[in-house]
């Protein structure tokens, strides 16, 4: 019963405008903190990669980066499937609220990955079904955002953005087993995998708070979206006034 | 550390083992995607903002006028 009071709260655009408030600050320090000691780590602390030298450094941006794009995903479709079973409005808000963060986050994913793969492979791109995928996926928040634009009632362009969000939503497992399911070009997993991560802690440790502050950015970065958006979407002048 | 030593550790961070201009774009690119994250949400709150208080003050005075 607790727990559907809480559901429902989520649903009403005052309180959730409150709450994204205080998790912005919240959400920023952490994550502003643990950025800072990880890319330390990584640029400074950590040894060379016995094979790649110092090129693997760009792990510390671009597997973050995949991670929150992955995220920002799954976040954004489950947020739409829940807007288009319970028509919770401030649920579509999310989901529009995370495409811009996904987007820009698959964008550094992929120039990253790229500006890896020239020292490393030899080239700056190859149709490898985890690079193909990522594209695809960075297609999908395009789209999905694209979409939205395209309607001018709001309603409207969050049914039917929604639909793609949930039918895209099938490209996640794809990009994380599509190195297991096909020959890729891609190296495998370098942290969750089968038997543990495969480097030593000093390059593991700040990876991880790489991890952990790109985690936190987001929230920060959706948190302060949602509120514009919740704001944009309320006609009622009583809580504005409290609030604006 | 003396300065000569400074500078040459500085010379190589920079040089990365010859790597340098690819990790320091994928660094500079996360660094601009980052920047470019936190103006853009900061700017569509504040515009939001503005257009809620302009609705608050359009409504306010609508009510001014429906009163006899």
């Known amino acids: ?244 | 550390m003396s300065l000569q030593s400074f500078i040459q550790f500085f010379v190589q961070f920079i040089h990365m083992g010859g790597y340098g201009p690819y990790i320091w774009t994928a660094y500079g690119l996360t660094a601009g995607v980052y920047l470019w994250n936190i103006l853009s949400a900061r700017r569509l709150h504040t515009s939001a903002v503005m257009r809620a208080r302009q609705r608050l003050i359009a409504s306010a005075e609508s009510q001014a006028l429906e009163r006899p």
């Open chain 1, 1 to 244: 019963m607790a727990t559907w009071v809480w559901f429902h709260k989520l649903a009403s655009p005052p309180h959730i405008y409150r709450i994204a408030g205080r998790l912005t600050l919240l959400f920023t320090v952490p994550g502003v903190l643990a950025l800072i000691v990880g890319l330390y780590g990584g640029l400074v602390t950590a040894p060379a990669d016995y094979q790649q030298g110092d090129s693997f450094r760009i792990i510390y941006v671009h597997a973050p980066a995949a991670w929150l794009s992955l995220l920002c995903y799954t976040a954004m479709a489950i947020a739409a499937a829940v807007g288009l079973v319970w028509r919770m409005k401030v649920a579509h808000a999310f989901a529009a609220a995370t495409a811009p963060i996904g987007a820009s986050f698959a964008l550094v994913c992929l120039v990253s990955g790229s500006l890896w793969g020239r020292p490393m492979w030899g080239t700056w791109w190859v149709w490898d079904a985890r690079l193909t995928s990522q594209l695809v996926l960075f297609f999908l928040y395009l789209g999905y955002m694209a979409l939205r634009h395209s309607f001018d009632d709001l309603s409207r362009a969050d049914r039917a953005s929604g639909v793609l969000a949930v039918i895209g939503l099938v490209n996640v497992p794809i990009i994380h087993y599509s190195v297991y399911w096909w020959s890729t070009l891609h190296q495998g997993s370098t942290v969750l995998r089968a038997g543990g991560p495969s480097m030593p802690p000093s390059m593991l440790v700040p990876l991880l708070l790489c991890f952990f502050a790109y985690t936190c950015c987001y929230g920060a970065l959706v948190c302060v979206r949602l509120r514009a958006e919740v704001l944009n979407r309320e006609r009622s002048p009583n809580w504005l006034s409290l609030n604006a």
